[in-house]
């Protein structure tokens, strides 16, 4: 039988995924302790009780909710922490706190994407920098589409981790009636599926720009699926230190690849699609005011596919549209090339 994980749940950012997660957890009952790096943003939710820049229309009851700008005062009152910053930022924040203080709480990483600064998965950073149990660490993984969660629009989301109990304590943390849990062992393959359909779905984005049509883009989604499931299978023992190969063909990976290609709320498709119609990349994200995971992650997914002989031909186009300037018709004339 799964336990329920016990004591104090703190998150770690509130942009549009965090705040999501903030208020399932709230609406099942969980008080949560939440950090925040913006001071204004803190005031505003004590104040005012929802988030001014994300999600603005969820509401939170007060009780439920204790922001803090303080990382260390929200990690010792924690036993069980879900991290919720972009990757490009999140080394740098788990950084800020000494490591003892990451040594004996529960991971729960939100994060889809890679660390910019060491191209590493969450867990294998920690791992690495802190010797971090893999035992007491979970990721959540979709599709779930923040925007959806604010409207309690029907949803699922997979939770990974190597300790059935720990993962399935996961779950139950956030399962309701707008959110439908599942659970696997693969806390690689799962996590590397949603660096690598964030990649894809800037190329989605950037073929709708250039005026490319639906049988097109559906040409494109499935020769990016082929593409991750082989890296994902292929290459298993390169990229998966776990000896047991998941179900690739379910909602975690083929699910979160189509909406995240095809969604209006998907970041990354908008990303592209701005680059598509000639934005620079610093001119898109300043339009967007948010993070495209997708960005970041074609360049780790270059570092990684080189580091392990990994051919990945879709992903290293669009890291030379976004990184090497290759204009982007020119590339899309070339990767028509390539599909089937």
């Given at each position: ?13 509130n ?11 709230t609406?099942n009952g969980h008080?949560i302790h939440?950090?925040?790096r913006n001071?204004?943003?803190?005031t ?12 603005t ?12 700008g ?7 009152a ?15 924040v788990?950084?800020q706190a000494d490591s ?9 990483s ?6 910019p600064?060491s191209?590493l ?6 791992s690495a ?7 007491k ?10 925007e ?5 629009r029907?949803s699922?989301l997979?939770f990974?981790?190597?300790?059935d109990?720990?993962?399935?304590a996961?779950?139950k943390?956030f399962g309701?009636t707008?959110?439908n849990t ?11 599926a949603?660096?690598?359909k964030?990649i ?8 709708r720009?250039l005026d ?10 499935t020769n990016?699926y ?5 890296f994902?299978?292929d ?5 998966h ?22 969604s209006?709320?998907s970041?990354?498709?908008t990303?592209?699609t ?11 994200m300043?339009e967007m005011n ?10 780790g997914?270059q ?9 990945i ?7 030379k ?12 004339l ?7």
């Open positions: 039988m799964v336990k329920k994980l016990t004591g104090q749940i703190g998150i770690i950012g942009g549009s995924w965090g705040t999501a997660l903030a208020k399932i957890l609406d008080v939440w950090w925040i001071e204004e943003a803190i505003y939710l004590k104040g005012r009780h929802h988030n001014p820049h994300y999600l229309s969820v509401r939170f009851i007060p009780d439920t909710i204790l922001p803090s303080n990382l260390d005062e929200v990690l010792d924690c036993d069980t922490i879900i991290v919720a910053v972009p990757s490009a930022y999140a080394q740098k788990i950084e003892s203080k990451w040594q004996n709480i529960n991971i729960i939100a994060i889809k994407g890679i660390l600064d191209n998965l969450l867990n294998d950073y920690l920098k802190f010797n971090y149990p893999l035992e660490y979970v990721s959540i993984m979709g599709p779930c589409h923040a959806e969660v604010a409207e309690e029907l699922y997979t990974s981790g190597l300790n109990n720990l993962t399935g996961a779950a943390l309701n707008y959110i599942t659970c696997n062992h693969d806390i690689w393959g799962a996590q590397f949603a660096v690598l964030n894809y779905a800037i190329g989605a984005g950037i073929a720009a490319y049509g639906d049988n097109f883009v559906s040409v494109y989604i990016c082929r593409e991750m499931y082989h994902l299978t290459h298993f023992d390169k990229v230190p776990s000896s047991e190969r998941p179900d690739f063909h379910t909602s975690a990976y083929l699910g979160d690849l189509l909406v995240t290609c095809y209006l709320h970041r990354n498709r990303f592209g701005m680059i598509g119609k000639g934005y620079s990349v610093k001119a898109a300043l948010m993070v495209a995971e997708g960005y970041y992650a074609a360049r997914m570092a990684i596919s080189k580091q392990f002989s990994i051919n031909p879709i992903a290293t186009f669009i890291y549209i976004l990184w090497e300037n290759l204009n982007p018709s020119d590339g899309f070339k990767l028509e090339q390539l599909l089937s």
